[in-house]
């Protein structure tokens, strides 16, 4: 019980402090609103930073009004202290997962069986868009600082820490919506998060940090049916180099590919310049070998053109296992099994170690003598001797897998 109390003290003091259950003052807010458009409306405040990064702060407290009393952890115990009971109780399934929703007054959480909140939606909104005006006006604060005659910058460390204080706020709600199988509303909150990273008034951001949320928010596009946001998002995070063993290249396939729904092939073009790009670097990746040969089907044409590509690289660098390994795998997809071997055979005599590619000589081995025996058996032979000779050929094959 004590431990219960200490937890509950150090996650919600302004609930415990206030002896009481939390309240959202809506008509208190709106007037510090109201308050705060007179501000920037009024000349002798309007040039002022101090008079913007305030109403960014307000609005900020707007939009979490009731999402700050809600945190990871939180459950059933320490919500009924700070809400009361729960107006309703059912068991949902999202995705895959069980979970257990609670209605409240202010927001519907959704628990596990152990009563932790593992995701929440907030159903009462004091000002719609109230996000959105706090980061115009840490972005206003920003620019009248940066032009101050006199201590330019002197508030840019405050701001950045605003911006940041919003950027962890749309981070997580994207994750939320993610959690709950909203990819829409998660991407919206993604790409809200980006814009903040990428703002002056945010700072200097981690580089690694930027192009892994652009893939995200490409990727949550492309879940929630926006096939043009997510070539957007997944193109930022490919010019930043953010490539992931060359993840993004088949990521952004798919989107061109759900962009072109009549085959458009201006656009599927595009998507297989990117390809060829993808294949270059990662001669060995299947997925991208599968989208290429996709592509050149789609587009009318022969799939055997994406050989000439590998090739010349091998050209220039024979000894490259992954370009070999490459054109195994291509002439795989494309049912030929002699040239598949042939080039696997180049990856193991190259690297006679390499497990992959001793374990692909013997599954192409064992297709090869499969498609032998029934070629075998849909012969009519003229006698056993016949038939004989043309079984050890298969079993030849057989030995060498």
């Known amino acids: 019980f004590l431990s219960f109390v200490a937890a509950l003290l150090v996650s919600t003091p302004a609930a415990c402090s206030q002896g009481s259950k939390v309240t959202i003052d809506k008509d208190g807010l709106l007037k510090k609103i109201e308050k705060s458009d007179q501000d920037i409306a009024n000349p002798k405040k309007m040039d002022k930073p101090a008079t913007w990064m305030s109403r960014a702060k307000l609005f900020y407290e707007v939009e979490t009004a009731v999402s700050n009393n809600l945190y990871d952890g939180i459950n059933l115990q320490m919500a009924e202290v700070m809400f009361g009971s729960p107006s309703a109780t059912e068991n949902v399934t999202i995705g895959n997962t069980a979970y257990v929703k609670h209605t409240y007054p202010y927001f519907v959480a959704f628990a596990d069986e152990a009563g932790t909140f593992k995701a929440w939606r907030v159903s009462y909104v004091v000002k719609d868009g109230a996000i959105n005006e706090a980061i115009a006006s840490y972005k206003k604060a920003y620019e009248l600082d940066m032009a101050a005659p006199k201590g330019a910058g002197k508030n840019k460390e405050k701001i950045a820490q605003g911006m940041a204080e919003i950027f962890n706020y749309v981070y997580k709600q994207g994750g939320i919506e993610y959690t709950l199988g909203d990819y829409p509303a998660a991407g919206i909150s993604f790409e809200k998060a980006l ?88 001669p060995d990746n299947a997925n991208i070998i599968e ?111």
């Open 291 to 401: 989208c290429l040969t996709d592509v050149y089907v789609a587009l009318g044409e022969d799939p055997q053109g994406i050989v000439p590509v590998v090739e010349a690289a091998i050209a220039k660098d024979p000894k490259n296992t992954a370009l070999w390994n490459g054109l195994g795998r291509i002439y795989e997809r494309l049912g030929n099994v002699d040239k598949s071997i042939e080039s696997f055979e180049h990856v193991a005599q190259l690297s006679p170690d390499d497990f992959v590619a001793n374990y692909s000589i013997g599954i192409l081995y064992i297709r090869k003598a499969d498609a032998m025996m029934n070629e075998v058996n849909d012969k009519t032979y003229s006698g056993q001797a016949e038939y004989d000779a043309e079984l050890a050929k298969v079993f030849d094959v057989y030995r060498k897998s």
């Open 195 to 282: 814009e903040v990273a990428q703002d002056p008034a945010y700072g200097a951001a981690d580089h690694e940090a930027v192009a892994s949320l652009a893939h995200d928010t490409g990727l949550t596009y492309l879940l929630g049916g926006n096939p043009e946001k997510a070539v957007k998002y997944f193109s930022i995070a490919e010019e930043m180099g953010y490539e992931r063993d060359g993840e993004i290249y088949y990521l952004l396939y798919h989107a061109y590919r759900a962009v072109a729904k009549n085959n458009e092939p201006e656009i599927l073009n595009k998507a297989k310049t990117l390809l060829e790009k993808g294949l270059s670097k990662y």
